[in-house]
């Protein structure tokens, strides 16, 4: 064995990477919660707290879900500071998961404290945090498409005219049944207006792939979060794989967990596989860390143990997402290669690659970066 040799453990927690769907309040601790509950004298106990928290779900017997938490904790962040607390947890967290660039979503239309001093709050956390950490972060504006398009637009108003630098684009989530993204079109045109990037959640929780060709074609979004089935569109699947659409996807997303309980039809089924598989532009996220107990190292890992992908397919997975960033085209190309030569010298240094079956393992290539070299 190398002296210096890793595990696969260490591997996945030390290779660096890029997060780019991540809810703020996802990755609230339950422990802070818990304070915050009891700074505002909120009645939440331990147990009501940790219903919230798929950790803790087993010892308490009830579930109630990623948007229930996310709801209860807005009600429990009055004031401003609240906000930069939780970032800087939030970024402690990530990096102690080498996430070395991370956008993260709120909803400035839930908050009790006003979106401008929300803004400041969180922006002057990730000043101490840059400084103190090395890692960036960025911030997301996202629509709550459970409030009416009128609200959208006023939010995405607010956040224009505030032209915070690091405030870089709007988002939109919660419950997509009888909200398709095509209603928010107005928040969209102003949110584009104002020099902001645009992604949006489609077609999550199985719907019509429909949502995602709407959010694409018709919003103008630069990156879809989520978008599970487009396998079920192979045309469109193979136009964007090949235009090289970025698909933010979650190993935890909790409806594909419910949809097959068991393990082995789950990690058979879940459609990472066949987007992989499709060549399209995945980029790995972990959508509420604590709340789904995960954190990046997990979702990597979860790539390779459950649904097969190997390192090769990891390395390219970067590419990707480096690439379906929002940072500077011109720090792009500098950071991505100075992320790639550490994975690759972590790479050398692992005792064993994982032990993948052949007949199930994908060493993913995105679509159009094969096109562009070239090949058939
Ligand atoms: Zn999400």
């Not at 210096?4 to 309040?25: G, M, N, Q």
């Not at 939440?44 to 308490?60: F, I, N, P, S, V």
């Not at 990597?300 to 390219?316: I, K, N, P, Q």
């Not at 995105?366 to 096109?371: E, H, W």
Request: charged letters at 25%; a negative charge; aromatic letters at 10%.
């Amino acid at each position: 064995m190398k002296p210096d040799s890793l595990s696969l453990a260490d591997f996945y927690r030390l290779i660096p990477k890029v997060e780019l769907h991540y809810h703020l309040l996802g990755g609230v601790r339950v422990a802070t919660m818990l304070d915050l509950a009891r700074k505002y004298a909120v009645p939440l106990t331990g147990r009501d707290a940790k219903c919230y928290y798929r950790a803790h779900q087993a010892e308490t017997g009830e579930a109630r879900g990623g948007i229930a938490a996310l709801e209860c904790l807005y009600g429990l962040m009055r004031e401003a500071d609240d906000y930069a607390r939780v970032l800087e947890e939030v970024a402690e967290d990530a990096h102690a998961c080498a996430v070395r660039y991370l956008e993260l979503f709120w909803n400035p239309s839930d908050t009790v404290p006003a979106t401008a001093d929300v803004v400041a709050a969180l922006a002057s956390a990730i000043v101490r945090v840059e400084a103190r950490l090395g890692m960036r972060v960025r911030l997301i504006a996202s629509i709550n498409r459970e409030k009416s398009p009128e609200e959208a637009a006023a939010m995405v108003r607010e956040v224009a005219l505030l032209a915070h630098p690091l405030v870089i684009g709007v988002g939109i989530d919660y419950r997509e049944e009888n909200a398709p993204i095509e209603r928010f079109w107005k928040a969209y045109r102003l949110a584009a207006a104002a020099g902001l990037r645009l992604t949006g959640h489609c077609s999550e929780f199985g719907l019509h792939w429909r949502n995602v060709e709407t959010g694409v074609e018709l919003i103008g979004l630069d990156r879809v979060d989520h978008g599970y089935t487009i396998v079920d569109a192979p045309e469109l699947a193979a136009r964007y794989a090949l235009e090289g659409v970025p698909f933010t996807v979650v190993p935890s997303n909790t409806w594909y967990l419910r949809q097959w309980p068991d393990h082995a039809e789950w990690r058979r089924r879940h459609p990472i596989r066949a987007m992989g598989q499709l060549g399209l532009s995945i980029v790995p996220a972990t959508d509420d860390w604590h709340i789904h107990a995960t954190d990046a190292a997990n979702c990597y890992r979860t790539l390779v143990e459950d649904f097969g992908f190997d390192l090769d397919s990891l390395r390219a997975m970067l590419e990707v997402s480096v690439r379906a960033s929002w940072l500077p085209e011109q720090d792009k190309a500098r950071l991505g290669d100075a992320w790639l030569a550490e994975f690759d010298a972590l790479r050398a240094r692992l005792a064993f690659e994982p032990d993948i079956d052949e007949a199930w393992r994908i060493t993913y290539r995105p679509r159009f970066a094969v096109a562009a070299e070239g090949q058939p």
